[in-house]
């Protein structure tokens, strides 16, 4: 099992849906949940973090976190063509002053005009 | 969030060279990542750098290939030694607080 799982897609949604992106992780331990955005040829860049389990929303995004489903979601809203990117689910795990963060294989999201 | 300045952007190397690439931050931090993104994949996770003591080498690099320098709070290096066609990816370096900044990477590829 991948310690940080998520559908590679591609996956497609018309302009001004809502986009829905899933990452499942493994270790229990983990204590933080981001979600990273990368443009073709670009690096990648912080969108959303997250912490406690809920909802947490940062204007067209929101991200969800279950820790007992070890799931983590981001939904995107009024979905525009610049969106269109790889996003990138991130699990940090820290302990005895050593950190480290876990990416998934990234879902490809394509936004139809 | 720390700005961090990464070089050389990209290079075309030649087999059993070696390529150092630079990072460099405008704040201090305690820990510095480096990663590797080999095309159309995610990060995989190098080693982590801190000041003033060895790096830490995830399952599968070793320093001999990978060696790292981190000689101050705002600084590090890594070494791509004895290069070869496998070894062409990008190269990112990271820090993280709150949450992880990373640099604009380093396109390797070696003919």
């Known amino acids: 099992q991948k310690e940080v799982e998520q559908n590679s897609g591609p996956l497609s949604v018309p302009e001004g849906a809502i986009a829905s992106l899933n990452c499942t992780y493994s270790?229990?331990?983990?204590?933080?949940f981001f979600w990273y955005r990368q443009y073709s040829g670009k690096s990648p860049e912080l969108i959303m973090s997250?912490?406690?389990?809920g909802d947490k929303e940062d204007g067209r995004f929101t991200a969800q976190l279950n820790k007992a489903s070890q799931y983590v979601s981001l939904l995107i809203r009024d979905s525009q063509p610049s969106d269109s990117a790889t996003y990138l689910c991130?699990?940090?795990?820290?302990?005895?002053?050593?950190?480290?963060?876990?990416f998934g294989t990234g879902t490809r999201l394509t936004i139809i005009p | 969030s720390a700005v961090i300045s990464q070089k050389p952007s990209r290079d075309i190397c030649q087999r059993g060279t070696s390529l150092t690439i630079q990072c460099q931050v405008d704040?201090?931090?305690?820990?510095m990542f480096w990663y590797r993104q080999q095309p159309g994949q995610s990060l995989t996770l190098i080693a982590t750098?801190?000041?003033?003591?060895?790096?830490?080498?995830e399952s599968g690099f070793v320093i001999d290939k990978f060696p790292i320098s981190r000689p101050n709070l705002t600084f590090s290096t890594l070494t791509v030694s004895n290069m070869s066609p496998e070894d062409s990816s990008i190269y990112l370096c990271?820090?993280?607080?709150?949450?992880?900044?990373f640099g604009s990477g380093t396109r390797l590829t070696v003919v």
């Open positions: 704040s201090q931090v305690t820990m």
């Open positions: 750098a801190n000041q003033g003591s060895e790096a830490t080498y």
């Open positions: 991130a699990v940090r795990r820290r302990d005895f002053g050593n950190e480290k963060l876990t």
């Open positions: 270790d229990r331990v983990s204590q933080s």
């Open positions: 997250i912490y406690s389990n």
């Open positions: 990271s820090v993280g607080q709150a949450g992880y900044t």
